[in-house]
Protein backbone atom coordinates (compact mmCIF):
# COMPACT_ATOMS: atom_id res chain seq x y z
CA UNK A 1 0.00 0.00 0.00
CA UNK A 2 1.38 3.44 -0.61
CA UNK A 3 1.09 5.15 2.29
CA UNK A 4 1.04 8.71 1.34
CA UNK A 5 -2.22 8.11 -0.12
CA UNK A 6 -3.66 7.31 3.32
CA UNK A 7 -2.94 10.50 5.04
CA UNK A 8 -4.90 13.87 4.40
CA UNK A 9 -2.41 16.87 4.58
CA UNK A 10 -4.29 19.91 4.84
CA UNK A 11 -2.08 22.65 5.68
CA UNK A 12 -3.84 26.10 5.68
CA UNK A 13 -1.21 29.16 5.05
CA UNK A 14 1.73 28.23 4.70
CA UNK A 15 2.51 31.81 4.16
CA UNK A 16 1.80 33.07 7.27
CA UNK A 17 4.37 30.27 8.63
CA UNK A 18 3.30 30.68 12.15
CA UNK A 19 0.81 28.03 12.25
CA UNK A 20 0.33 24.97 10.70
CA UNK A 21 -2.89 22.70 10.73
CA UNK A 22 -2.59 18.84 9.73
CA UNK A 23 -5.59 17.22 9.73
CA UNK A 24 -4.41 13.43 9.42
CA UNK A 25 -7.03 10.80 8.27
CA UNK A 26 -6.21 7.51 8.79
CA UNK A 27 -8.27 5.90 6.04
CA UNK A 28 -7.65 2.15 7.01
CA UNK A 29 -8.72 2.62 10.86
CA UNK A 30 -12.12 4.31 11.98
CA UNK A 31 -11.16 6.90 13.86
CA UNK A 32 -10.54 10.14 12.24
CA UNK A 33 -8.46 11.99 14.37
CA UNK A 34 -7.61 15.67 14.31
CA UNK A 35 -4.37 17.49 15.46
CA UNK A 36 -3.66 20.46 15.87
CA UNK A 37 -0.13 21.31 16.11
CA UNK A 38 1.13 25.19 16.41
CA UNK A 39 4.93 26.06 16.11
CA UNK A 40 6.12 29.19 15.86
CA UNK A 41 8.91 28.55 12.93
CA UNK A 42 10.88 31.35 14.10
CA UNK A 43 11.65 30.19 17.84
CA UNK A 44 14.64 28.61 18.35
CA UNK A 45 14.36 25.45 19.73
CA UNK A 46 18.00 25.00 19.71
CA UNK A 47 20.61 25.51 22.50
CA UNK A 48 22.26 28.90 21.55
CA UNK A 49 25.60 29.15 21.08
CA UNK A 50 26.38 31.78 24.40
CA UNK A 51 24.94 29.29 26.10
CA UNK A 52 26.80 26.45 24.71
CA UNK A 53 30.02 28.76 25.72
CA UNK A 54 28.90 28.46 29.31
CA UNK A 55 27.56 25.19 29.61
CA UNK A 56 30.91 23.77 27.86
CA UNK A 57 33.52 25.65 29.77
CA UNK A 58 31.79 24.73 32.91
CA UNK A 59 31.67 20.94 31.84
CA UNK A 60 35.52 21.44 31.04
CA UNK A 61 36.04 22.58 34.74
CA UNK A 62 34.25 19.64 36.02
CA UNK A 63 36.14 17.29 33.99
CA UNK A 64 39.58 18.65 35.10
CA UNK A 65 38.09 18.63 38.47
CA UNK A 66 36.92 15.20 38.12
CA UNK A 67 40.37 13.83 36.50
CA UNK A 68 43.05 15.70 38.84
CA UNK A 69 41.00 14.62 42.32
CA UNK A 70 39.96 11.06 40.52
CA UNK A 71 42.33 9.78 43.49
CA UNK A 72 40.21 10.61 46.09
CA UNK A 73 37.06 8.67 45.02
CA UNK A 74 36.12 5.16 45.30
CA UNK A 75 37.34 3.24 42.41
CA UNK A 76 35.05 0.82 42.49
CA UNK A 77 31.12 2.01 41.85
CA UNK A 78 29.18 0.88 45.10
CA UNK A 79 25.87 0.37 43.82
CA UNK A 80 23.30 -2.47 43.58
CA UNK A 81 20.83 -3.16 40.21
CA UNK A 82 18.51 -1.19 39.71
CA UNK A 83 20.20 1.96 41.67
CA UNK A 84 19.86 4.69 38.78
CA UNK A 85 16.30 4.51 37.87
CA UNK A 86 14.38 5.81 40.80
CA UNK A 87 16.94 8.44 41.03
CA UNK A 88 15.40 10.35 37.42
CA UNK A 89 11.92 10.59 36.24
CA UNK A 90 10.02 8.08 34.56
CA UNK A 91 9.13 9.97 31.16
CA UNK A 92 11.53 12.68 29.22
CA UNK A 93 10.16 16.11 30.27
CA UNK A 94 7.93 18.02 27.74
CA UNK A 95 9.32 21.01 28.43
CA UNK A 96 13.13 22.24 27.77
CA UNK A 97 15.47 21.83 31.23
CA UNK A 98 18.32 23.92 31.82
CA UNK A 99 21.81 22.79 31.60
CA UNK A 100 22.35 23.67 35.30
CA UNK A 101 20.11 21.14 36.37
CA UNK A 102 21.62 19.00 33.93
CA UNK A 103 24.97 19.37 35.21
CA UNK A 104 24.21 19.09 38.98
CA UNK A 105 23.19 15.92 38.44
CA UNK A 106 26.37 14.14 37.42
CA UNK A 107 27.02 14.02 40.92
CA UNK A 108 23.88 12.73 41.90
CA UNK A 109 22.57 10.32 39.35
CA UNK A 110 25.71 9.27 37.25
CA UNK A 111 29.06 9.18 39.62
CA UNK A 112 27.65 7.03 42.12
CA UNK A 113 27.40 4.26 39.64
CA UNK A 114 31.03 4.98 37.85
CA UNK A 115 33.76 2.57 38.15
CA UNK A 116 36.92 4.51 37.86
CA UNK A 117 38.74 3.37 35.03
CA UNK A 118 41.69 6.11 35.43
CA UNK A 119 42.05 6.30 39.20
CA UNK A 120 45.46 4.99 40.11
CA UNK A 121 43.41 2.36 42.29
CA UNK A 122 42.52 0.89 39.24
CA UNK A 123 44.14 -2.08 38.42
CA UNK A 124 41.32 -4.35 36.46
CA UNK A 125 41.12 -5.84 32.49
CA UNK A 126 43.84 -3.55 30.54
CA UNK A 127 44.45 -0.01 30.66
CA UNK A 128 41.73 2.36 28.06
CA UNK A 129 43.37 5.62 27.25
CA UNK A 130 42.32 8.87 28.54
CA UNK A 131 44.02 12.63 27.53
CA UNK A 132 43.47 15.87 27.24
CA UNK A 133 44.44 16.20 23.58
CA UNK A 134 42.16 13.46 22.85
CA UNK A 135 39.12 14.79 24.90
CA UNK A 136 39.69 18.13 22.76
CA UNK A 137 39.90 16.17 19.55
CA UNK A 138 36.51 14.44 20.32
CA UNK A 139 34.96 17.99 20.66
CA UNK A 140 36.20 19.15 17.44
CA UNK A 141 35.05 15.62 15.54
CA UNK A 142 31.83 16.34 17.27
CA UNK A 143 31.64 19.61 15.80
CA UNK A 144 32.56 18.85 12.38
CA UNK A 145 30.35 15.68 13.01
CA UNK A 146 30.68 14.33 9.21
CA UNK A 147 30.25 10.84 8.22
CA UNK A 148 33.64 9.95 6.72
CA UNK A 149 32.73 6.73 4.36
CA UNK A 150 34.29 8.24 1.27
CA UNK A 151 36.75 10.73 0.13
CA UNK A 152 34.12 13.03 -0.91
CA UNK A 153 31.94 12.79 2.00
CA UNK A 154 35.29 14.90 4.24
CA UNK A 155 38.35 14.52 1.96
CA UNK A 156 40.39 15.47 5.87
CA UNK A 157 38.95 12.55 7.50
CA UNK A 158 39.98 9.94 4.97
CA UNK A 159 43.43 11.94 4.09
CA UNK A 160 44.23 12.71 8.23
CA UNK A 161 43.55 9.29 8.69
CA UNK A 162 46.09 7.94 5.74
CA UNK A 163 48.49 10.32 7.14
CA UNK A 164 48.24 9.29 10.97
CA UNK A 165 48.56 5.39 10.04
CA UNK A 166 52.00 6.21 8.38
CA UNK A 167 53.29 8.36 11.11
CA UNK A 168 51.28 5.75 13.41
CA UNK A 169 53.22 2.94 11.44
CA UNK A 170 56.98 4.52 11.25
CA UNK A 171 56.68 5.22 15.00
CA UNK A 172 56.37 1.56 15.65
CA UNK A 173 58.85 0.48 12.86
CA UNK A 174 56.18 -1.16 10.53
CA UNK A 175 57.48 -2.68 7.12
CA UNK A 176 57.45 -0.43 4.43
CA UNK A 177 54.71 -2.54 2.95
CA UNK A 178 52.28 -1.70 5.27
CA UNK A 179 52.49 2.31 5.00
CA UNK A 180 50.42 4.23 2.25
CA UNK A 181 53.41 6.58 1.87
CA UNK A 182 56.00 3.14 0.75
CA UNK A 183 53.52 3.43 -3.05
CA UNK A 184 52.19 0.05 -2.69
CA UNK A 185 49.76 -1.35 -1.89
CA UNK A 186 49.51 -1.03 1.75
CA UNK A 187 48.28 0.95 4.17
CA UNK A 188 46.17 1.74 7.98
CA UNK A 189 42.90 2.23 8.82
CA UNK A 190 41.34 3.06 12.30
CA UNK A 191 38.80 0.38 13.52
CA UNK A 192 36.86 0.65 16.49
CA UNK A 193 38.02 -2.01 18.11
CA UNK A 194 40.23 -5.05 18.22
CA UNK A 195 37.69 -7.26 17.51
CA UNK A 196 36.47 -5.72 14.63
CA UNK A 197 39.93 -5.45 13.08
CA UNK A 198 40.22 -9.45 13.97
CA UNK A 199 37.10 -10.16 12.12
CA UNK A 200 37.87 -7.73 8.97
CA UNK A 201 41.12 -9.23 8.24
CA UNK A 202 39.33 -12.67 8.86
CA UNK A 203 36.95 -11.79 6.31
CA UNK A 204 39.29 -10.72 3.98
CA UNK A 205 41.39 -13.82 4.67
CA UNK A 206 38.24 -15.85 3.65
CA UNK A 207 37.50 -13.81 0.12
CA UNK A 208 41.15 -14.68 -1.05
CA UNK A 209 41.35 -18.19 -0.05
CA UNK A 210 37.69 -18.80 -1.92
CA UNK A 211 38.68 -17.11 -4.80
CA UNK A 212 42.34 -19.60 -4.84
CA UNK A 213 40.32 -22.38 -3.97
CA UNK A 214 37.63 -21.68 -6.62
CA UNK A 215 40.67 -20.99 -9.21
CA UNK A 216 41.90 -24.37 -8.79
CA UNK A 217 38.13 -26.29 -8.45
CA UNK A 218 35.74 -24.58 -10.70
CA UNK A 219 33.17 -27.08 -9.94
CA UNK A 220 33.38 -26.38 -6.01
CA UNK A 221 30.60 -24.24 -4.86
CA UNK A 222 30.77 -21.80 -2.20
CA UNK A 223 29.07 -23.63 0.66
CA UNK A 224 31.70 -26.63 -0.16
CA UNK A 225 34.71 -24.32 0.49
CA UNK A 226 33.31 -22.68 3.14
CA UNK A 227 32.59 -25.74 4.74
CA UNK A 228 36.16 -26.55 4.93
CA UNK A 229 37.74 -23.61 5.92
CA UNK A 230 39.69 -23.64 9.06
CA UNK A 231 41.09 -21.26 10.98
CA UNK A 232 43.57 -20.93 14.21
CA UNK A 233 44.28 -19.13 17.22
CA UNK A 234 46.01 -20.27 20.36
CA UNK A 235 44.36 -20.97 23.49
CA UNK A 236 45.42 -17.97 25.13
CA UNK A 237 43.99 -15.67 22.41
CA UNK A 238 41.74 -12.99 23.16
CA UNK A 239 37.82 -14.41 23.14
CA UNK A 240 36.96 -12.15 20.49
CA UNK A 241 39.27 -14.39 18.01
CA UNK A 242 36.76 -17.44 18.53
CA UNK A 243 34.06 -15.23 18.42
CA UNK A 244 35.06 -13.62 14.83
CA UNK A 245 35.44 -17.20 13.39
CA UNK A 246 31.61 -17.50 14.61
CA UNK A 247 30.56 -14.49 13.15
CA UNK A 248 32.74 -15.22 9.82
CA UNK A 249 30.75 -18.86 10.07
CA UNK A 250 34.33 -20.85 9.29
CA UNK A 251 35.97 -23.02 11.97
CA UNK A 252 38.22 -21.45 13.99
CA UNK A 253 40.39 -23.47 16.13
CA UNK A 254 42.38 -23.08 19.69
CA UNK A 255 45.96 -24.45 19.30
CA UNK A 256 47.99 -25.20 22.81
CA UNK A 257 50.07 -22.57 23.64
CA UNK A 258 53.40 -23.85 25.00
CA UNK A 259 54.17 -23.73 29.39
CA UNK A 260 55.06 -19.75 28.91
CA UNK A 261 51.36 -19.56 27.32
CA UNK A 262 53.01 -18.74 23.44
CA UNK A 263 51.84 -20.01 20.59
CA UNK A 264 54.62 -21.76 18.84
CA UNK A 265 55.23 -22.65 15.18
CA UNK A 266 55.81 -25.97 15.66
CA UNK A 267 52.61 -26.48 16.99
CA UNK A 268 50.78 -24.63 14.14
CA UNK A 269 52.38 -26.18 11.51
CA UNK A 270 51.26 -29.88 13.34
CA UNK A 271 47.62 -28.30 13.38
CA UNK A 272 48.11 -27.05 9.76
CA UNK A 273 49.20 -29.97 8.47
CA UNK A 274 46.59 -32.25 10.67
CA UNK A 275 43.48 -30.28 8.69
CA UNK A 276 45.17 -30.33 5.66
CA UNK A 277 45.70 -34.50 5.91
CA UNK A 278 42.02 -34.54 6.81
CA UNK A 279 40.46 -32.50 3.58
CA UNK A 280 40.70 -29.07 5.63
CA UNK A 281 41.89 -25.27 3.89
CA UNK A 282 43.71 -23.95 6.46
CA UNK A 283 43.15 -19.96 5.38
CA UNK A 284 43.86 -17.70 8.63
CA UNK A 285 45.75 -17.72 11.63
CA UNK A 286 45.66 -14.99 14.42
CA UNK A 287 49.08 -14.24 16.22
CA UNK A 288 48.57 -12.56 19.64
CA UNK A 289 51.26 -10.34 21.17
CA UNK A 290 50.68 -9.58 24.60
CA UNK A 291 47.92 -11.76 25.81
CA UNK A 292 45.03 -10.68 28.13
CA UNK A 293 45.30 -13.71 30.36
CA UNK A 294 49.14 -12.87 31.12
CA UNK A 295 50.46 -10.58 28.70
CA UNK A 296 52.42 -13.39 26.64
CA UNK A 297 53.92 -13.09 23.45
CA UNK A 298 53.40 -15.43 20.85
CA UNK A 299 56.48 -16.74 18.76
CA UNK A 300 55.57 -14.20 15.48
CA UNK A 301 59.17 -15.12 14.31
CA UNK A 302 58.29 -19.03 14.17
CA UNK A 303 54.07 -18.44 12.98
CA UNK A 304 54.56 -16.32 10.68
CA UNK A 305 57.13 -18.20 8.36
CA UNK A 306 54.84 -21.43 9.09
CA UNK A 307 51.68 -18.79 7.52
CA UNK A 308 53.61 -17.97 4.79
CA UNK A 309 54.25 -21.35 3.79
CA UNK A 310 51.11 -22.96 3.85
CA UNK A 311 49.82 -19.80 2.32
CA UNK A 312 47.42 -19.14 5.56
CA UNK A 313 47.11 -15.34 6.56
CA UNK A 314 48.23 -14.28 9.38
CA UNK A 315 46.63 -11.53 11.36
CA UNK A 316 48.80 -9.98 14.34
CA UNK A 317 47.04 -8.94 17.32
CA UNK A 318 48.86 -7.21 19.61
CA UNK A 319 45.47 -4.84 21.49
CA UNK A 320 47.44 -3.74 24.57
CA UNK A 321 51.13 -4.22 24.10
CA UNK A 322 51.20 -2.85 20.64
CA UNK A 323 51.83 0.61 21.87
CA UNK A 324 54.93 -0.60 23.71
CA UNK A 325 56.63 -1.43 20.32
CA UNK A 326 56.95 3.17 19.80
CA UNK A 327 59.65 1.89 22.58
CA UNK A 328 62.59 0.16 20.77
CA UNK A 329 63.53 -1.84 23.44
CA UNK A 330 60.55 -3.82 23.08
CA UNK A 331 60.65 -4.43 19.38
CA UNK A 332 61.97 -8.06 19.87
CA UNK A 333 59.03 -9.10 20.94
CA UNK A 334 57.41 -8.43 17.06
CA UNK A 335 60.30 -9.95 15.32
CA UNK A 336 58.44 -11.65 12.45
CA UNK A 337 56.26 -8.87 11.63
CA UNK A 338 57.34 -8.63 8.34
CA UNK A 339 55.33 -11.73 7.16
CA UNK A 340 51.97 -10.95 8.95
CA UNK A 341 49.35 -10.04 6.42
CA UNK A 342 47.95 -7.78 8.81
CA UNK A 343 48.79 -6.14 11.95
CA UNK A 344 46.34 -4.69 14.37
CA UNK A 345 46.79 -2.19 18.00
CA UNK A 346 44.88 -0.27 20.22
CA UNK A 347 45.75 3.25 21.08
CA UNK A 348 42.66 3.90 22.75
CA UNK A 349 44.39 0.99 25.22
CA UNK A 350 47.54 2.59 26.21
CA UNK A 351 48.71 4.69 23.87
CA UNK A 352 46.83 7.81 25.35
CA UNK A 353 44.47 8.41 22.58
CA UNK A 354 40.88 7.77 24.08
CA UNK A 355 38.25 4.91 22.82
CA UNK A 356 37.53 4.15 19.87
CA UNK A 357 40.92 4.26 17.51
CA UNK A 358 42.23 0.89 16.59
CA UNK A 359 44.91 1.11 14.17
CA UNK A 360 44.86 -2.02 11.50
CA UNK A 361 47.38 -2.19 8.66
CA UNK A 362 46.91 -4.45 5.35
CA UNK A 363 49.86 -5.29 3.45
CA UNK A 364 47.09 -5.71 0.60
CA UNK A 365 44.12 -3.80 1.53
CA UNK A 366 42.41 -5.02 -1.74
CA UNK A 367 41.44 -8.70 -0.11
CA UNK A 368 39.16 -6.34 2.71
CA UNK A 369 38.07 -3.65 0.09
CA UNK A 370 36.43 -6.37 -2.46
CA UNK A 371 35.27 -9.08 -0.12
CA UNK A 372 33.01 -5.80 1.47
CA UNK A 373 32.84 -4.08 -1.81
CA UNK A 374 29.00 -2.99 -2.90
CA UNK A 375 28.67 0.05 -4.74
CA UNK A 376 25.29 2.02 -4.63
CA UNK A 377 24.83 4.85 -7.20
CA UNK A 378 24.51 7.25 -4.09
CA UNK A 379 28.10 6.28 -2.96
CA UNK A 380 29.76 6.68 -6.08
CA UNK A 381 32.06 9.57 -6.53
CA UNK A 382 34.13 10.66 -9.41
CA UNK A 383 37.23 10.17 -7.45
CA UNK A 384 37.00 6.58 -7.00
CA UNK A 385 40.67 4.63 -6.86
CA UNK A 386 42.83 7.76 -5.68
CA UNK A 387 41.99 7.64 -1.92
CA UNK A 388 40.84 4.71 0.31
CA UNK A 389 37.36 4.87 0.53
CA UNK A 390 37.12 3.62 4.65
CA UNK A 391 33.54 2.52 4.13
CA UNK A 392 34.85 -0.91 1.99
CA UNK A 393 37.94 -1.33 4.70
CA UNK A 394 35.11 -1.88 7.79
CA UNK A 395 31.63 -3.66 8.94
CA UNK A 396 30.01 -0.19 9.95
CA UNK A 397 29.35 2.44 7.03
CA UNK A 398 29.54 5.05 9.04
CA UNK A 399 33.08 6.46 10.46
CA UNK A 400 33.18 9.22 12.83
CA UNK A 401 36.73 11.60 12.81
CA UNK A 402 38.54 9.42 14.97
CA UNK A 403 41.60 10.45 13.01
CA UNK A 404 41.95 13.70 15.08
CA UNK A 405 42.42 12.44 18.28
CA UNK A 406 45.52 10.38 17.47
CA UNK A 407 46.47 13.65 14.95
CA UNK A 408 46.37 15.75 18.68
CA UNK A 409 47.65 13.78 20.54
CA UNK A 410 51.09 12.76 18.82
CA UNK A 411 51.36 16.59 18.35
CA UNK A 412 50.74 17.20 21.94
CA UNK A 413 52.70 14.57 23.43
CA UNK A 414 55.31 13.94 20.78
CA UNK A 415 56.90 10.59 20.87
CA UNK A 416 59.37 11.30 23.24
CA UNK A 417 56.44 11.59 25.72
CA UNK A 418 54.58 8.19 24.72
CA UNK A 419 57.37 6.49 25.11
CA UNK A 420 58.13 8.08 28.50
CA UNK A 421 54.65 6.99 29.21
CA UNK A 422 55.21 3.27 28.60
CA UNK A 423 58.42 2.93 29.76
CA UNK A 424 56.91 4.34 33.07
CA UNK A 425 54.41 1.34 33.44
CA UNK A 426 56.36 -0.69 32.89
CA UNK A 427 58.57 0.14 35.43
CA UNK A 428 55.59 0.13 37.63
CA UNK A 429 54.91 -3.24 37.34
CA UNK A 430 58.58 -4.19 37.83
CA UNK A 431 58.32 -2.36 40.99
CA UNK A 432 55.11 -4.11 42.10
CA UNK A 433 56.78 -7.75 41.15
CA UNK A 434 59.81 -6.88 43.95
CA UNK A 435 57.27 -5.62 46.59
CA UNK A 436 55.29 -8.78 45.75
CA UNK A 437 58.10 -11.05 45.67
CA UNK A 438 59.81 -10.26 48.92
CA UNK A 439 56.25 -11.07 50.64
CA UNK A 440 56.91 -15.43 51.14
CA UNK A 441 53.05 -15.90 51.44
CA UNK A 442 52.96 -14.99 47.76
CA UNK A 443 54.09 -16.31 44.12
CA UNK A 444 54.48 -14.39 40.73
CA UNK A 445 52.79 -16.07 38.04
CA UNK A 446 54.89 -16.37 34.35
CA UNK A 447 56.86 -13.33 33.58
CA UNK A 448 56.14 -10.01 34.34
CA UNK A 449 55.81 -8.40 30.97
CA UNK A 450 54.67 -4.74 29.92
CA UNK A 451 52.70 -3.21 32.51
CA UNK A 452 51.08 -6.06 33.98
CA UNK A 453 51.68 -8.46 36.63
CA UNK A 454 50.15 -11.62 37.93
CA UNK A 455 50.65 -13.03 41.32
CA UNK A 456 48.42 -15.20 43.40
CA UNK A 457 49.23 -16.27 47.07
CA UNK A 458 50.94 -19.53 47.37
CA UNK A 459 47.82 -22.44 48.20
CA UNK A 460 44.62 -23.00 46.95
CA UNK A 461 42.53 -21.57 44.08
CA UNK A 462 39.77 -21.36 46.96
CA UNK A 463 42.10 -19.33 48.67
CA UNK A 464 42.98 -16.66 46.14
CA UNK A 465 39.08 -16.56 45.23
CA UNK A 466 38.80 -15.38 48.79
CA UNK A 467 41.49 -12.87 48.47
CA UNK A 468 40.41 -11.39 45.42
CA UNK A 469 37.13 -11.00 46.99
CA UNK A 470 38.79 -9.43 50.55
CA UNK A 471 40.03 -6.82 47.91
CA UNK A 472 37.25 -5.32 46.06
CA UNK A 473 34.96 -5.99 48.95
CA UNK A 474 37.08 -3.27 50.35
CA UNK A 475 36.31 -0.91 47.67
CA UNK A 476 39.83 0.81 47.54
CA UNK A 477 41.57 -0.84 44.81
CA UNK A 478 40.44 -3.03 41.72
CA UNK A 479 41.33 -6.02 40.70
CA UNK A 480 40.29 -9.27 38.13
CA UNK A 481 41.60 -12.30 38.01
CA UNK A 482 42.14 -15.02 35.41
CA UNK A 483 43.19 -18.78 35.05
CA UNK A 484 45.60 -20.93 32.99
CA UNK A 485 45.88 -24.39 32.82
CA UNK A 486 43.29 -24.47 36.24
CA UNK A 487 45.76 -22.45 38.37
CA UNK A 488 43.49 -19.09 39.71
CA UNK A 489 45.90 -15.98 39.52
CA UNK A 490 44.98 -12.28 39.92
CA UNK A 491 46.16 -10.23 37.42
CA UNK A 492 47.72 -6.37 38.54
CA UNK A 493 47.51 -4.17 35.41
CA UNK A 494 49.23 -0.62 35.74
CA UNK A 495 46.17 1.59 34.12
CA UNK A 496 46.37 5.53 35.27
CA UNK A 497 48.24 7.98 33.07
CA UNK A 498 47.88 9.40 36.93
CA UNK A 499 49.89 6.29 38.41
CA UNK A 500 52.72 7.40 40.85
CA UNK A 501 55.22 4.71 42.74
CA UNK A 502 53.34 5.61 45.82
CA UNK A 503 50.09 4.22 44.12
CA UNK A 504 51.95 1.00 43.43
CA UNK A 505 52.89 1.20 47.02
CA UNK A 506 49.56 1.78 48.57
CA UNK A 507 48.18 -0.64 46.34
CA UNK A 508 50.61 -3.59 47.54
CA UNK A 509 49.36 -2.38 50.63
CA UNK A 510 46.15 -3.25 50.08
CA UNK A 511 46.22 -6.03 48.59
CA UNK A 512 49.19 -7.24 51.72
CA UNK A 513 46.34 -6.56 54.01
CA UNK A 514 43.67 -7.99 52.57
CA UNK A 515 45.81 -11.40 52.38
CA UNK A 516 46.02 -10.96 56.08
CA UNK A 517 42.92 -10.96 56.91
CA UNK A 518 42.23 -13.67 54.63
CA UNK A 519 44.91 -15.69 56.01
CA UNK A 520 43.85 -15.05 59.51
CA UNK A 521 40.31 -16.19 59.03
CA UNK A 522 41.76 -19.53 57.75
CA UNK A 523 43.01 -20.29 60.69
C1 LIG B 1 41.71 -5.94 24.80
C2 LIG B 1 42.06 -6.97 23.82
C3 LIG B 1 41.20 -7.25 22.75
C4 LIG B 1 39.85 -6.61 22.60
O1 LIG B 1 39.99 -5.26 22.29
P1 LIG B 1 38.73 -4.44 21.78
O2 LIG B 1 39.34 -3.23 21.15
O3 LIG B 1 37.93 -4.12 22.99
O4 LIG B 1 37.99 -5.28 20.82
C5 LIG B 1 41.61 -8.18 21.82
N1 LIG B 1 42.79 -8.80 21.92
C6 LIG B 1 43.64 -8.56 22.95
C7 LIG B 1 44.95 -9.29 23.01
C8 LIG B 1 43.29 -7.64 23.93
O5 LIG B 1 44.13 -7.40 24.95
Keep these: MDKSKAYNFKS ?13 KFKNCDINTSVNIKNDENKSIDMEAPEFKDFAKEMVDYIANYLENIRDRRVLADVKPGYLRPLIPDAAPEKAENWQDVMSDI ?3 IMPGVTHWHSPKFHAYFPTANSYPAIVADMLSGAIACIGFSWIASPACTELEVVMLDWLGKMLDLPNEFLACSGGKGGGVIQGTASEATLVALLGAKAKKMKEVKDEHPDWDDNTIVSKLVGYCSTQAHSSVERAGLLGGV ?25 IDEGLIPFYAVVTLGTTNSCAFDKLDECGPVGNKYNVWIHVDAAYAGS ?19 FNFNPHKWM ?20 FNVDPLYLKHDQ ?5 D ?29 QAHIRRHCGFAKHFEKLCSADQRFEIVGEVQMGLACFRLKGTNEL ?14 HLVPSKINGIYFLRFAVCSRFTKSEDIEYSWKEISESASEVLNEKN
Excluded at 251 to 275: C, F, H, M, T, W
Excluded at 352 to 371: E, G, Q, R, T, Y
Excluded at 464 to 477: A, D, F, V
Design 12 to 24: TSMSDNISEDINI
Design 107 to 109: ERV
Design 251 to 275: KLKLVPADVNNQLRGEALESAIKKD
Design 324 to 342: AFICPEYRYLMKGIETADS
Design 352 to 371: LVNFDCSAMWLKDPNWIVDA
Design 384 to 388: QGSAP
Design 390 to 418: YRHWQIPLGRRFRALKLWFVLRLYGIENL
Design 464 to 477: NELLLKRINGRGNI
